[in-house]
């Protein structure tokens, strides 16, 4: 039965190696994308990034003068 178990095992692994196609597959040709958005999203993240340090400061601020 370990046999028989391990034999299968081994067609069945073996079977996609003989399904490999010789023909080379057909690639769609690359589109080169716009760069605008990339553009727009790093300006708005590196905005925000220096909004929020702005808001953690003027906080700080804020406690010191309080104490």
Same mark, same amino acid.
Request: one cysteine or more; proline letters at 6%; aromatic letters at 10%.
């Given at each position: ?5 391990? &034999?299968?095992? /081994? ?6 190696? $003989? ?17 605008? &958005?990339?553009? /727009? ?6 905005? $925000? ?19």
């Amino acid at each position: 039965m370990k046999k028989l178990f391990s &034999a299968i095992t /081994l067609m069945l692994m073996s079977l996609p190696v $003989l399904a490999v196609d010789e023909e080379t597959p057909v690639t769609a040709p690359q589109v080169d994308a716009d760069p605008t &958005a990339l553009i /727009l999203f790093a300006c708005v993240f590196v905005g $925000l990034i220096g909004y929020y340090a702005y808001v953690i400061w003027k906080s700080e601020q804020k406690k010191n003068r309080s104490k």
